[in-house]
């Protein structure tokens, strides 16, 4: 009978032990170090609003005051004075649409139908507890994984050379296994601005712990793996929003994404002038199949008085990402890419991924089926806009996506179709 009784004992006080452990997880998941952390993740990102916007698609719009905005956290920032202005402008674009077809810009967000931001403000989308919780950790919310872009280094030391041959000097090996690609590019030397029309889709079969984005890049550096990146567009990421829609993007880094670098205004840097277009905010009407077509416009360039980099939709000047952050970015880029981007885990193994890019379906399929960048143009030392005469086509995974550069002739204005469906028949 003693022996029960220890035996009992022993055992409650195990069930105890568990138990105590169990519950001292939760506390500390919900009140430790981690909470902490999401805590001071969230202070730094959510300012103190003015006014806030409860849009109809659940997103919260905070309106920050212009001067206490998160750009100016960045060390480098500290004693930035604001540009309100570019003191260039990229140009005018006439607009032309692939096959003759018809689309209509999208000028405006969702998220203004339910009010506006006074004078002074910027829209910021307020970042939850939730969101902050899918990151790995609260340091990578919003941050993209290192990458390497190897044909750089042949670039660098072919300066001035347009013609170079991206698909001889491309390494596919040297890619991380994460991220799947499919774009054109133009090489050279001084690229002061480029631009495109993207039209927008909502991708499907986006997975929950991936991304799908169409956008434009503008790239310099020193090496491959240590380059300096802008790039704008549209994107679908549930890992960061928390949903499946559509949303406008930008993201950055000085340093092939190791260390520096976020979308949007998850970190310290960008910083936005304009009251009336949120960063993040859901995109709508998309472009569906054999029906009307939706585009944005995405320009970028630079103000060489000051070094900074300006972005703007053609309706709206956003802002810019300031010289200060970049070395060689500051004074001109030497790549320019269009196409789209996947981000996922499943990436070049078996299974892959089902996230598709685009509208999902294959480049070939053309107008008002596949996605697509038009009114390309790039701006140089010339400081003549025109569309660039020589650009390479490249994808990472040509049996998930795909690119068609079309012209109607030889060295004509140039159109490019991209995407793909992910795993297929053809990408198991």
């Known amino acids: 009978m003693i022996c029960l009784e220890k035996e009992r004992e022993t055992t409650k006080m195990r ?18 170090k981690g909470s902490l952390d999401i805590d001071m993740k969230l202070k730094a990102l959510n300012k103190p609003a003015l006014k806030t916007i ?12 212009i001067y206490k905005q998160h750009a100016f956290d960045h060390p480098a920032l500290r004693n930035h004075k604001i540009q309100m202005k570019p003191s260039v402008e990229f140009g005018e674009t006439e607009t032309k649409i692939p096959n003759n077809g018809s689309a209509q810009q999208i000028t405006s967000q969702i998220w203004s139908k339910s009010g506006d931001c006074p004078d002074g403000t910027i829209p910021v989308r307020r970042v939850s507890r939730e969101d902050i919780r899918r990151a790995s950790s609260p340091s990578h919310f919003g941050r993209k994984t290192p990458h390497r872009y190897s044909y750089l280094d042949n670039a660098l030391q072919h300066k001035g050379n347009f013609n170079f041959t991206v698909k001889e000097k491309i390494n596919r090996a040297s890619f991380p ?7 054109i590019v133009a090489l050279g030397y001084n690229f002061l ?29 020193v090496s491959s793996d240590n380059f300096e990146s802008i790039e704008a567009g549209w994107m679908v990421n549930p890992g960061v929003f928390g949903d499946y829609r ?12 190791q260390n520096t670098g976020c979308i949007n205004l998850l970190c310290s840097g960008f910083v936005q002038t304009n009251k009336n277009f949120a960063l993040g905010a859901t995109i709508e009407p998309v472009s569906r199949s054999s029906q009307e077509q939706y585009f944005i416009s995405v320009n970028v360039f630079l103000d060489p008085n000051n070094g900074n980099w300006w972005l703007n939709t053609g309706i709206n000047v956003i802002g810019y990402w300031p010289g200060e952050l970049f070395s060689s970015l500051k004074h001109s880029a030497i790549a320019v890419q269009w196409g789209g981007e996947v981000y996922s885990p499943n990436m070049l193994q078996k299974p892959h991924t089902e996230t598709s ?33 020589y650009l390479n086509e490249y994808a990472d995974e040509s049996d998930c996506y795909t690119t068609r ?6 060295m004509s204005e140039p159109y490019l179709y991209f995407g793909g469906p992910g795993r297929s028949r053809f990408c198991p």
Request: aromatic letters at 18%; charged letters at 20%; glycine letters at 8%.
């Open 15 to 32: 069930s105890f032990l568990i138990m105590f452990v169990i519950l001292f997880g939760f506390y500390n998941e919900a009140y430790g």
């Open 54 to 65: 409860k849009s109809q698609d659940g997103d919260i719009i905070d309106c920050i005051d």
């Open 177 to 183: 296994t994460n991220r799947s690609e499919a774009f």
């Open 193 to 221: 601005g480029a631009r495109s029309d993207l039209n927008v889709w909502n991708p499907p079969r986006v997975q929950p712990n991936d991304y799908s984005t169409g956008q434009i890049w503008l790239l310099a550096g």
């Open 246 to 257: 559509t949303r406008f993007f930008i993201s950055w880094t000085s340093d092939g994404y």
């Open 357 to 389: 890019m685009g509208s999902g379906q294959w480049a070939d399929y053309l107008y008002a089926e596949a996605c697509y960048h038009t009114n390309l143009r790039i701006k140089d030392n010339s400081l003549q806009i025109k569309y660039p005469k």
């Open 405 to 410: 550069l079309y012209r109607k002739t030889y």
